[in-house]
């Protein structure tokens, strides 16, 4: 059962221009939930994580929108450029008293054309 | 944030053989954890590796063919067993340092098995 569902498979999107990426979850459990930035060849990077206590969090370009009631959270990338081609995860864990292990979504590749 | 390193970063292996992965992290961490990605596919959990305890397997993972060892605060070993063509994946360890919530992965090890 894939509990985190991520959406689209993949992007393209041209330089400039806003990257969306949704995600869904099933388990109420989950309390955290954080993306990742990957390259080819490199183990995932931490870009940007949310609590359900906020409904959005910016850091630099990257926006992190939550919305508890209906279990979803989107990334978006603003003015995208062309570095930011990667493959993005979203991912969820619950409260430490779980075992704080992350479920991560199926991951967009993301093209950003220049 | 972490440093995290792991060995070998890539191997060519025959089947029936064993591998041994180790990681390497720059700081005293509670939890590591060791994922597999398959090519092009996102990042499932093998298991929870904790210091002083044995390490906690997910569903679809057995301790016979993926032995792994904790000896200390820094270090962890994931030991592909009895390898097939079907193990061929990218083996990737995190950390979470103490008191956060933040996983942090390692490079990751990009194993082919023949």
């Known amino acids: 059962q894939q509990q985190v569902k991520q959406s689209p498979q993949s992007l393209i999107v041209q330089k400039g221009g806003i990257s969306i990426i949704n995600c869904a979850y099933e388990n109420t459990a989950f309390d955290y939930f954080p993306w990742y930035q990957q390259f080819p060849g490199k183990g995932p990077a931490l870009l940007i994580a949310i609590r359900p206590d906020v409904s959005e969090k910016k850091e630099g370009r990257f926006t992190i929108s939550f919305n508890k009631s209906a279990k979803q959270f989107s990334l978006h990338i603003m003015d995208s450029q062309p570095g930011d081609s990667a493959t993005y995860f979203c991912a969820a864990s619950p409260h430490k008293a779980a075992g704080n292990k992350l479920t991560f979504g199926g991951g967009t590749r993301v093209l950003v054309k220049p | 944030s972490a440093v995290i390193s792991q060995k070998p970063s890539r191997d060519i292996c025959q089947r029936g053989t064993s591998l041994t992965i180790q990681c390497q992290v720059d700081?005293?961490?509670?939890?590591m954890f060791w994922y597999r990605q398959q090519p092009g596919q996102s990042l499932t959990l093998i298991a929870t590796?904790?210091?002083?305890?044995?390490?906690?397997?997910e569903s679809g993972f057995v301790i016979d063919k993926f032995p792994i060892s904790r000896p200390n605060l820094t270090f962890s070993t994931l030991t592909v067993s009895n390898m097939s063509p079907e193990d061929s994946s990218i083996y990737l360890c995190?950390?979470?340092?103490?008191?956060?919530?933040?996983?942090?992965f390692g490079p990751g090890t990009r194993l082919t098995v023949t």
């Open positions: 995190s950390v979470m340092p103490s008191g956060r919530n933040e996983q942090y």
């Open positions: 700081s005293q961490v509670t939890m």
């Open positions: 590796a904790n210091q002083g305890s044995e390490a906690t397997y």
